[in-house]
């Protein structure tokens, strides 16, 4: 008799298990494939702006880790069924998941997984970040610090994400309302009581030494709010901020005081039930990496370097490497060489702005030019400020050549020339007067695209159409401006030479953003303003706007009270202008500070320079030059001296002497090797 097969229920829930388990580890393989795409994304928008912006994003960490979960997915493909369900519990894709959800709601990320130290100094000097503003305020004191024994680890602690610019630390902790219990349970945490026991726990809590009894979760708070506790950004504390994407609040009092314990310790803390969806990668990646130049002002202020890459032959033209040359202008060849600067960083970043510079810039820039400068040097250099009109014009000694002049004094008519002077007087007294009316009219002829094609001329890069030509030369202290900077510029300035005193400080005081290859300086303004630890106090310094400042403005309609007084105006107008530059809606930027808007190009060009006496006469390869003679071998040199002596003793003494030059003296040897050298 036939019997009817029966499936056995316990063959069949497991395979069942095994289905779902190596379905799960699939759908991890695709989620973590679809994390690491994102993240590339974002490495390219990393390596597109790398050209304009000084700082290293660090994102390997992070990358490498989700790689290490993709390739744990396909070893557990392999595995049996109950190695496959431990690795998918184990799996840290879920916290990489998180992580980089609360990477993407970020701005201005600048570290992923990154370990700050607080006590070694070789240590905080080994982890700093190239462009960040990040410093430590006791470095000097580290190693005794360390010597002594910090209750602090000497480890560190690893911050998830570094954002807005340095001034914002997270970490995301995927702990639950259910384990966060067991953990306060473990320490023998008691919230139980009467309201005076509570008040007498609690004041047992603060005024206790011994916090090893903290929870896990308070003690990482506590851990990196002391970190971010000696580290300035911008004279500003780091803020930490603990996420916290499966607790929940108001589920549990013991789990609320926990989490007011994280917040007494300086965290910010968010959880499930706070946060903001998730982002799309596309939405948001500008403001991850925002491009540095988006936040530049609407006039830009230009510093002596900027200035003389813009003319240097370096950046214009295709330069080879002489023997003459110093290492680090064979080097700018080099460089050059690989990656164009104005096609590839100067242009892009002026874009169409407007641009000034400070007289002592541009006179600094002008006696460069006219000691080492090329002629086409000098020629840009005159397009680039407006000084080059038709026919040649050279201001560069504020004068016209002769013919120009005279030309110039023939146009002036008959009756603007002075006749009460002596013929000296109105020979000079005119060709002043032609001088200044040429110069008037041959700037009023030059526009800015004539400016444009002028320069095209003198480039075999693209000149951009919108190059705002020519530069207008300002006053350091344009209507007033740096009456309104705080006292702290003024002491940041002391160390200053006068010309980076001058730009440095209108950009400043202006609210225009200065741009600059001096990375020296640069450096050295944010960490003078840095040891002002109390930021809010160059805040006070600006003050607000008084009422003696200005009675009335209507900042909507743009019109200002008929009894206030122009210069008051322009008073509040500078201090609204130093807000707007600092971007207070930028975290990243101290509240209320007017912090100086720069820029730093991460190279600079010089001028070609002129050959030195004395130079070597070969190729760079070490090879002479064609059609070029070459220096004679020294027992032929010497010869040549002696007869050359003889032949002028021989004249003092009143015999006639026959030249044989250029063709040299009959000594076979001496032709011999004439013809050789040239050879």
């Known amino acids: 008799m036939a019997t009817d097969s029966v499936d056995d229920p316990d063959s069949t829930q497991s395979g069942d298990v095994k289905t779902s388990t190596f379905a799960a580890i699939d759908d991890l393989a695709t989620r973590a494939k679809l994390l690491l795409s994102e993240v590339m994304t974002f490495k390219e928008r990393v390596q597109f702006l790398k050209p304009f912006s000084e700082n290293i994003i660090e994102i390997g960490a992070f990358k490498g880790m989700v790689e290490a ?82 209750k602090f680890k000497e480890s560190g602690v690893v ?43 609690n004041n047992a809590r603060a005024t206790s030494s011994d916090e090893d009894r903290d929870v896990p979760l308070v003690k990482t708070a506590k851990d990196l709010s002391h970190a971010a506790s000696v580290y300035r950004v911008r004279g500003k504390t780091p803020r930490v901020h603990l996420v916290l994407p499966r607790i929940q609040r108001d589920q549990s009092a013991e789990v609320d005081a926990v989490l007011a314990d994280c917040e007494a310790a300086g965290a910010v803390v968010s959880c499930a039930d706070e946060m903001e969806p998730t982002p799309d990668i596309q939405d948001v990646l500008h403001a991850m990496i925002p491009d540095p130049t988006a936040s530049f002002t609407e006039t830009l202020n230009l510093d002596c370097t900027i200035l003389l890459a813009l003319v240097s032959e370096f950046s214009h033209a295709k330069v080879s490497k002489e023997p003459w040359f ?16 104005l096609p590839s960083l100067l242009y892009p970043a002026i874009g169409g702005h407007k641009l000034v510079a400070t007289k002592e810039a541009v006179q600094r820039m002008r006696e460069i030019v006219d000691t080492i400068g ?28 002769k013919a120009q002049m ?15 002077l002596d013929a000296e007087q109105s020979r000079i007294h005119g060709a002043d007067f032609a001088a200044e009316r040429f110069e008037s009219a041959t700037h009023r002829s030059k526009s800015q695209a004539e400016l444009v094609k002028e320069m095209q001329e003198w480039s075999a890069h693209p000149v951009p159409e919108n190059w705002q030509l020519p530069i207008r030369v300002v006053d350091q202290n344009e ?22 005193r001058s730009v440095f400080l209108h950009g400043w005081a202006a609210g225009r953003t200065t741009i600059t290859s001096n990375r020296t300086v640069a450096k050295a303004i944010e960490a003078d303003l840095d040891k002002f630890h109390d930021a809010t106090e160059l805040e006070k310094q600006i003050g607000p706007s008084k009422d ?13 009270d008929v009894d206030a007084s122009e210069a008051s105006a322009k008073v509040l107008e500078t201090k609204r202008n130093l807000r707007s530059s ?4 930028d975290p990243s930027i101290p509240d209320g500070i007017a912090w100086p808007h720069m820029w730093v190009c991460p190279t600079s060009r010089s001028l070609v320079g002129k050959e030195k006496r004395g130079a070597k006469k070969q190729d760079a390869d070490g090879t002479k030059e064609e059609g070029r003679a070459q220096r004679l071998p020294d027992p032929l040199t010497r010869e040549q001296h002696r007869r050359h002596g003889l032949d002028m003793l021989s004249r003092r003494a009143g015999y006639e002497v026959e030249d044989l030059r250029p063709n040299g003296y009959p000594c076979e040897e001496v032709l011999a090797a004439k013809n050789a050298s040239l050879r």
């Not at 998918?88 to 370990?115: D, G, Y």
């Not at 003696?548 to 200002?560: A, P, Q, S, Y």
């Open 69 to 150: 979960e993709i390739r744990g997915c396909e070893r557990l493909s392999d595995k049996s069924e109950s190695e496959a369900i431990k690795g998918v519990i184990s799996c840290n894709l879920p916290f990489a998941e998180h992580v980089w959800s609360t990477v993407k709601r970020s701005k201005n990320v600048l570290t992923l997984r990154k370990r700050i130290y607080t006590t070694s100094r070789a240590r905080v000097l080994g982890q700093k970040m190239a462009g960040s503003a990040m410093r430590h305020i006791d470095l000097g004191n580290l190693e005794g610090a360390a010597k002594g024994g910090s």
């Open 159 to 201: 911050v998830d994400i570094i954002a807005d610019s340095g001034r914002t630390w997270t970490k995301v902790v995927l702990i639950t309302n259910k384990r966060l219990l067991f953990d306060l349970a473990k320490e023998g945490w008691d919230s139980g009581g009467s309201e005076d026991e509570d008040e007498d726990d």
């Open 326 to 341: 110093s290492r680090a202008l064979n080097r700018q060849v080099e460089v050059e060489d690989n990656e164009n600067l």
């Open 374 to 401: 090329t002629s086409s040097e000098k020629a840009r250099t005159a397009i680039l400020l407006g000084d080059e009109g038709d026919g040649g014009h050279d201001k560069q000694d504020g004068a016209l050549n």
């Open 406 to 420: 005279t030309i110039a004094f023939d146009s002036v008519p008959r009756g603007h020339k002075p006749d009460s």
């Open 479 to 500: 209507d007033g401006c740096q009456s309104s900077l705080p006292s702290a510029a003024q002491q940041v300035a002391e160390r200053m030479t006068p010309i980076n």
């Open 548 to 560: 003696d400042d200005i009675k009335e403005v209507h900042l909507e309609d743009n019109t200002v």
């Open 582 to 585: 600092a971007d207070l809606t």
